[in-house]
């Protein structure tokens, strides 16, 4: 049995003022195809190949694929001479590798790109094309994927992550190579069915780790334990890509049985939507004014460490967190990070060494949702490479960490990093434990490291007053092509059956 082995995955908001360009995807190490695809390190890859080969007679073959662009998910429309590009090198190396019995695509499921209104579902139709119909295609998605029925026209099986952080991205992974090998010896007749309830929420309010997200969580759970060969994926969906699929899906597998397949969608879209003012209303967010306060409060009454979650910034260059923790004079505050590409190379031309003093306006200039840039005086602490991730396109990076104030420490990167535990900046010589304060950008994932571990005393979500890019106040940006009149909250008549 051969598998090809394919990776395109990007979550881009369509708000920013840039589009992703074919250069985002090419750096030292991707595109990648054999081996290095296979040991890439994404968890749903990692997960796939570890399972597949457990299996006799089952050969995987790394069809050359980008990997995360170099901006992460700060970057806007994939444009559609990089989608083309891209996809269609991957198709001319399945063909030269081929034939294949089975196709395995590592995807995402919030990619837009212009002029493409599913770009996962145009992937899946053209790997069909080649694989042919005889073939099983099995894809692995994050929660936060846009998708409904479209993908499975053309593929047989989806695998999407359920939790929020994602920890189970490799048993995602493990299931469907198993169920993918299991479909190729005729041992599973996939069977699909599909709901869209009409919700649409910002990701700073999906967390799993509380009820109403952990209920949907736990119910698609059950029915998967209750029946056998059922598989239930939640899709959250992703709120900040004005396309036409964005929004809450469900998604149930089963072995030849229609009928109970469209009574789990069904039980699971009618639960979500009898939960959908918890979904929307249940998460507390507060401006970066009062949350400097309570975070200087907590402080005061030795509620450290405290983490400022600073969800809203999807470029990674706000500077509104920042300016309220100068101007209401915290201390011992890790800031980590301001991407801005423009400091950063000012600083490398100058041949930056720790020690150096620093004088520098950093952050903001981007977009109005990035706010102005801030002057910051102090001494330059470390100098590095930054902290890797997606396989480690940070190797050729340059990050510069800068003392200032009473104790504070700010990173400058070049683009949107989300810290997910205290303990990465000790990969940049930076002590979490030299700080009392986090002041980080990320919506969920940062629980991880923070709150299941009992490290932070206090958890502070927080965005500008103003409704920018990344706001939980959807309602404020500029959908062209998504009709939010049509989703709760947003509709005055919104219903669902």
Not at 69 to 83: M, N
Not at 96 to 101: E, I, K, S, T
Not at 237 to 263: I, R, S, W, Y
Not at 316 to 332: C, H
């Amino acid at each position: 049995m051969r598998i090809a082995v394919m990776n395109f995955m990007h979550e881009n908001v369509t708000f920013l003022p840039y589009d992703t360009t074919l250069d985002d995807f090419i750096y030292e190490g991707s595109p990648a195809r054999g081996e290095a695809l296979l040991q890439s390190g994404f968890g749903t890859i990692s997960g796939f190949v570890k399972v597949a080969r457990e299996h006799a007679n089952v050969e995987l073959v790394g069809v050359e694929s980008p990997l995360f662009p170099k901006r992460g998910s700060a970057s806007g429309w994939v444009t559609k001479d990089a989608f083309d590009t891209l996809l269609n090198k991957m198709i001319a190396d399945m063909k030269a590798q081929g034939p294949f019995d089975g196709a395995y695509l590592s995807l995402h499921g919030a990619m837009s790109v212009r002029d493409v209104p599913k770009a996962e579902s145009e992937i899946a139709r053209r790997v069909r094309e080649v694989l042919g119909p005889k073939g099983f295609i099995a894809g692995t998605f994050d929660p936060h994927g846009n998708e409904d029925a479209e993908f499975l026209r053309h593929a047989d099986f989806a695998f999407c992550i359920k939790y929020y952080p994602h920890y189970d991205d490799r048993l995602q992974g493990e299931r469907a190579a198993r169920m993918l090998i299991r479909a190729c010896r005729g041992d599973y007749k996939p069977t699909t069915a599909t709901r869209k309830p009409p919700i649409l929420t910002a990701s700073v309010l999906q967390w799993t780790g509380a009820s109403p997200w952990m209920d949907l969580v736990q119910r698609a759970l059950v029915w998967e334990a209750r029946e056998p060969d059922v598989y239930v994926n939640f899709y959250y969906g992703f709120a900040f890509a004005d396309v036409v699929d964005a929004g809450m899906c469900f998604q149930v597998m089963t072995n030849g049985k229609p009928e109970l397949a469209n009574h789990i969608a069904d039980d699971m879209a009618n639960t979500a939507w009898r939960l959908r003012d918890e979904l929307v209303h249940g998460t507390k967010v507060y401006s970066m004014k009062d949350a400097v306060k309570l975070a200087k409060d907590a402080l005061a009454k030795k509620q450290a460490p405290i983490v400022f979650a600073d969800h809203s910034d999807r470029s990674g260059a706000a500077t509104w967190l920042l300016e309220q923790i100068v101007a209401q004079k915290m201390s011992n505050t890790l800031i980590g990070t301001i991407a801005d590409e423009q400091a950063i190379e000012t600083l490398r031309k100058k041949g930056v060494k720790p020690g150096d003093p620093f004088d520098m306006e950093i952050g903001g200039r981007l977009d109005e949702s990035a706010g102005k840039p801030v002057r910051i005086s102090g001494t330059v602490h470390t100098v590095s490479s930054g902290i890797g991730r997606f396989g480690g396109n940070a190797a050729s990076q340059l990050w510069v960490s800068v003392k200032f104030g009473d104790g504070n420490v700010v990173l400058i990167s070049p683009y949107l990093y989300q810290n997910l535990e205290p303990k990465e900046f000790l990969d940049i010589g930076i002590n979490p434990a030299d700080f009392k304060a986090f002041a980080i950008k990320s919506r969920v994932h940062f629980r991880r490291g923070y709150y299941d571990s009992g490290y932070a005393k206090t958890i502070l979500l927080c965005e500008p007053d103003q409704p920018f890019v990344g706001t939980v106040r959807l309602e404020a940006l500029k959908y062209k092509t998504l009709k939010i009149d049509k989703f709760y909250p947003y509709g005055k008549n919104v219903t669902y059956p």
